[in-house]
T-cell receptor
Framework: DAGVIQSPRHEVTEMGQEVTLRCKPI?????LFWYRQTMMRGLELLIYFNNNVPIDDSGMPEDRFSAKMPNASFSTLKIQPSEPRDSAVYFCASTRQGTREQYFGPGTRLTVT | DQQVKQNSPSLSVQEGRISILNCDYT??????FLWYKKYPAEGPTFLIS?????DKNEDGRFTVFLNKSAKHLSLHIVPSQPGDSAVYFC??????????FGKGTKLTVNP
């Protein structure tokens, strides 16, 4: 089975530009999570969806961040406008209903200059 | 305020010996604990978990121990192998689906 797929793997952009990160969860998984990893704060949850519905977005840092899940096999995390402090590795994870172990994608390394 | 703490940023052990990674937590609502392993440029990989109703869970070379009264858990790897060299994250959940991670311990297993 394919794991969680994220694209792009690397993104370099200039401050002020819009950035869109993409995630395809494991087929059959019904919960999807977006995390951000930085040196200072470690791995932190930004938002998660259950059956395509956003459940908790309390970790989203600012209104510049938004996430959508239009269907069970696709989610996006958008940053508009991007700032240098958004530079981090962004991970997507998914899990199947009734289980608690989350499976992570390879991450997107975002650099905002 | 960190709810999950891994106080040792790094650990170095010899191949064949035991590796012990420690984790402390502060939130008494946590009822499920997980360990993840992470290699550079990859996502975290689930390793082993334990429910708060247990005090030990074993899977091959990996054993997790939970001491609820001390709010402490540990991961034992026996015997350690060079391929175990990675960053290990402790994570915890309350009744929700939210994972709270520690900052990780980098394990180096020397041949």
């Amino acid at each position: 089975d394919a794991g969680v797929i994220q694209s792009p793997r690397h993104e370099v952009t200039e401050m002020g530009q819009e950035v869109t990160l993409r995630c395809k969860p494991i087929s059959g998984h019904n919960s999807l999570f977006w995390y951000r990893q930085t040196m200072m704060r470690g791995l932190e949850l930004l938002i998660y969806f259950n059956n395509n519905v956003p459940i908790d977005d309390s970790g989203m840092p600012e209104d510049r961040f938004s996430a959508k899940m239009p269907n069970a096999s696709f989610s996006t995390l958008k940053i508009q406008p991007s700032e240098p402090r958004d530079s981090a590795v962004y991970f997507c994870a998914s899990t199947r209903q009734g289980t608690r172990e989350q499976y992570f994608g390879p991450g997107t390394r975002l650099t905002v200059t | 305020d960190q709810q999950v703490k891994q106080n040792s940023p790094s650990l170095s052990v010899q191949e064949g010996r035991i590796s012990i990674l420690n984790c402390d937590y502060t939130n008494s609502m946590f009822d499920y604990f997980l360990w993840y392993k992470k290699y550079p440029a990859e996502g975290p990989t689930f390793l082993i978990s334990i429910s708060s109703i247990k005090d030990k869970n074993e899977d091959g070379r990996f054993t997790v121990f939970l001491n609820k009264s001390a709010k402490h858990l540990s991961l034992h790897i026996v015997p350690s192998q060079p391929g175990d060299s990675a960053v290990y994250f402790c994570a915890a959940m309350d009744g929700s689906e939210k994972l709270v991670f520690g900052k990780g311990t980098k394990l180096t297993v020397n041949p």
